[in-house]
């Protein structure tokens, strides 16, 4: 089997996740259980992110100890994972013993090598977002990124030295076109960030203690990035010394790194350069994932607009989540989330259009043939559009799921489904039903809605699990891998569908309002 390693930004344990950080996960669950339908060895690995001077004074906040504080955030975020229905292989924490030590012995490899030095750092720090900036990148003193006022520091710390693989990374970046996506951020990373010129980064901090200490020097602990960004390589079994375990071998380089956009530019640019110095393979794609916005901009605690994805599964379930947050955000801009979005697109795509056409063609299959399959080939140039177009929807997919399209791609299966429903509308099997000269027409009209329906519910798993397992249970059919949709005629004579139950129930739009107002 070939494998495939994909991995999420490790969330930061300092509060719970909401519904923008949440599409992260699901996306990269989607991609996941693509793969392994394809037949690839998946690993699928996310976690938390767990040091630092946030944690450590949300900590003192809290008056607790910053593990107590990250354990009880960590569970919290674990449980939302969980709750939108995502199947990582591994969860990981930066706190674990075996990644500090890991970490520590990176730390030392550099410092030792003369990548990394001791230096005094003098600029503009933010909390929230643990990053300095320079003169050049803020506005009125405060973070290009979060827009808080920054604070003025000046301490001693260790610097890696960025400037001596920028030529290197150009080189990498040019050589290999899919590294960085999408495109127009390759590009900025290029113009605006390498080609100025790279200043050495501070990856140590002697004000905080709540980090992983130099083994070197105690008044240092490492800052964020090596001790974050390493996780992708220390759960495997990466070390320094070469004596990798069979996990790292096996899975690095990462086939793709899935991170949101605001943090692009550490993944694109500090990453590459710690595995060049450290003689290590780089990750063959990053990609930088586009925010999903609130209807009045993007989400923040600070500013209360935040919908946690819990909440949103309490209202309409996790499979209407789940389809909402890829359906909605295109693959390179951002997407927007309101209530009234929500349901119109459970309404119009899932109960209209997948529900109402799974539930008319069982239930018209109950109806006339006791639910008992036939196949009798009574065709017309109508039911070749039909198969053809089923035919066609895997590679369709594949070809979308390549380009990281994820939305394109469960867009095609819905049209599909759409199609379907005019197929019955056009066929009119009630018509059909109603003259014994015809049955054979309404047996094969019927089987050909079954089996694209077997299609539909295939393609749709690594999308909506529950839901594609509920039309399987309809179907009553065993036949849900990809190979099975290579031939259209999976279904066979005499097999019998169960009974009908509703995949989504239309939802009454004022009365949904008002009840997710109520419990606001």
Same mark, same amino acid.
């Given at each position: 089997?070939?494998?495939? &390693?994909?991995?999420?930004?490790?969330?930061?344990?300092?509060?719970k996740?909401?519904?923008?950080?949440?599409? /992260?996960?699901?996306?990269?669950?989607?991609?996941?259980?693509?793969?392994?339908?394809?037949?690839?060895?998946?690993?699928?690995?996310t976690?938390?992110?767990?040091?630092? *001077? !946030?944690?450590?004074? !949300?900590?003192?906040?809290?008056?607790?100890?910053?593990?107590?504080?990250? #354990?009880?955030?960590t569970?919290?975020?674990?449980?939302?994972?969980?709750?939108v229905?995502?199947? &990582?292989?591994?969860f990981?924490?930066?706190?674990?013993?075996?990644?500090?030590? !890991?970490?520590?012995?990176?730390?030392?490899?550099? &410092? #030792? *090598?003369?990548?990394?030095?001791?230096?005094? %750092?003098?600029?503009?720090?933010?909390? =929230?977002c643990?990053?300095?900036?320079?003169?050049?990148?803020?506005?009125?003193?405060?973070?290009? #990124?979060?827009?808080?006022?920054?604070?003025?520091?000046? /301490?001693?710390? %260790?610097?890696l030295?960025?400037?001596?693989y920028?030529?290197?990374?150009? @080189?990498?970046?040019? +050589?290999?076109?899919?590294? $960085?996506?999408?495109?127009f951020?390759?590009?900025?990373?290029? +113009?605006?960030?390498?080609?100025?010129?790279?200043?050495?980064?501070?990856?140590?901090?002697?004000?905080? +203690?709540w980090?992983?200490?130099?083994?070197?020097?105690?008044?240092?602990?490492?800052?964020?990035?090596?001790?974050?960004?390493?996780n992708?390589?220390?759960?495997?079994?990466?070390?320094?010394?070469?004596?990798?375990?069979?996990?790292?071998?096996?899975?690095?380089?990462?086939?793709?790194? $899935?991170?949101?956009?605001?943090?692009?530019r550490?993944?694109?640019?500090?990453?590459?350069?710690?595995?060049?110095?450290?003689?290590?393979?780089?990750?063959?794609?990053?990609?930088g994932?586009?925010?999903l916005?609130?209807?009045?901009?993007?989400?923040?605690?600070?500013?209360?607009?935040?919908?946690?994805?819990?909440?949103?599964?309490?209202?309409?379930?996790?499979?209407?989540?789940?389809?909402?947050?890829?359906?909605?955000?295109?693959?390179a801009?951002?997407?927007?989330?309101? &209530?009234?979005?929500?349901?119109?697109?459970?309404?119009?795509?899932?109960?209209?259009?997948?529900? +109402?056409l799974?539930?008319r063609?069982?239930?018209?299959?109950?109806?006339?043939?006791?639910?008992y399959?036939?196949?009798?080939?009574?065709? *017309?140039?109508?039911?070749?559009?039909?198969?053809?177009?089923?035919?066609?929807? =895997?590679?369709?997919?594949?070809c979308?799921?390549?380009?990281?399209?994820i939305?394109?791609?469960?867009?095609?299966?819905?049209?599909?489904?759409?199609?379907?429903?005019?197929?019955?509308?056009?066929?009119t099997?009630?018509?059909l039903?109603?003259?014994?000269?015809?049955?054979?027409?309404?047996?094969?009209?019927?089987?050909?809605? $079954?089996?694209?329906?077997?299609?539909?519910?295939?393609?749709?798993?690594?999308?909506?699990?529950?839901?594609?397992?509920?039309?399987?249970?309809q179907?009553?059919?065993?036949?849900?891998?990809?190979?099975?949709?290579?031939?259209?005629?999976?279904?066979?004579?005499?097999?019998?569908?169960?009974?009908?139950?509703?995949?989504?129930?239309?939802?009454?739009?004022?009365?949904?309002? @008002?009840?997710?107002?109520?419990?606001?």
């Amino acid at each position: 089997m070939k494998k495939y &390693y994909i991995s999420t930004a490790i969330a930061y344990s300092s509060a719970k996740p909401h519904i923008g950080n949440t599409y /992260e996960i699901i996306l990269a669950d989607a991609i996941a259980r693509y793969k392994r339908l394809q037949g690839f060895d998946v690993y699928f690995q996310t976690g938390t992110d767990e040091h630092g *001077q !946030k944690i450590q004074l !949300k900590a003192l906040e809290a008056c607790n100890t910053p593990q107590q504080f990250v #354990d009880e955030k960590t569970e919290e975020i674990k449980r939302i994972w969980d709750i939108v229905n995502t199947s &990582y292989d591994n969860f990981v924490r930066t706190t674990d013993s075996i990644h500090k030590e !890991k970490v520590s012995k990176i730390f030392k490899k550099l &410092y #030792d *090598q003369g990548d990394i030095y001791k230096g005094v %750092y003098e600029g503009l720090y933010c909390t =929230p977002c643990e990053s300095f900036f320079t003169e050049s990148q803020i506005i009125d003193e405060k973070c290009p #990124d979060c827009g808080r006022k920054l604070e003025k520091y000046s /301490e001693e710390a %260790y610097f890696l030295k960025l400037s001596k693989y920028a030529s290197r990374l150009i @080189e990498h970046i040019e +050589n290999n076109p899919d590294f $960085l996506q999408p495109e127009f951020r390759k590009n900025e990373i290029i +113009n605006n960030f390498i080609k100025p010129g790279l200043q050495d980064l501070c990856v140590s901090r002697t004000s905080i +203690n709540w980090g992983i200490p130099v083994s070197f020097d105690d008044k240092h602990v490492i800052y964020v990035w090596i001790d974050a960004l390493s996780n992708y390589i220390t759960f495997l079994g990466f070390d320094t010394d070469g004596n990798h375990k069979e996990e790292y071998n096996k899975y690095w380089p990462a086939d793709l790194h $899935l991170i949101g956009k605001d943090i692009f530019r550490f993944h694109a640019i500090y990453w590459p350069i710690m595995l060049m110095a450290l003689n290590a393979e780089l990750p063959k794609k990053i990609f930088g994932h586009p925010w999903l916005l609130m209807g009045d901009g993007k989400m923040s605690k600070s500013t209360g607009n935040v919908i946690y994805a819990d909440d949103l599964v309490d209202f309409f379930g996790v499979d209407a989540v789940r389809y909402f947050v890829l359906n909605e955000i295109p693959y390179a801009n951002d997407g927007v989330l309101t &209530y009234e979005l929500i349901i119109e697109r459970i309404n119009s795509d899932l109960a209209n259009t997948l529900g +109402n056409l799974v539930n008319r063609t069982v239930s018209m299959s109950n109806k006339y043939f006791n639910g008992y399959i036939n196949n009798s080939k009574n065709n *017309q140039p109508i039911d070749d559009e039909i198969i053809n177009m089923a035919l066609a929807l =895997p590679k369709k997919i594949e070809c979308y799921m390549d380009q990281l399209q994820i939305n394109s791609s469960i867009s095609s299966i819905i049209d599909f489904a759409r199609r379907c429903n005019k197929y019955i509308d056009e066929t009119t099997p009630w018509i059909l039903a109603k003259e014994e000269e015809n049955k054979e027409r309404l047996e094969t009209v019927l089987y050909n809605l $079954l089996e694209s329906i077997r299609f539909i519910a295939v393609s749709l798993q690594p999308y909506l699990p529950d839901t594609s397992e509920k039309i399987f249970e309809q179907l009553n059919t065993n036949l849900k891998d990809f190979d099975s949709l290579k031939s259209f005629g999976g279904l066979k004579n005499k097999e019998k569908v169960n009974y009908p139950e509703p995949l989504f129930v239309r939802i009454d739009k004022e009365k949904k309002l @008002e009840d997710i107002n109520k419990d606001s």
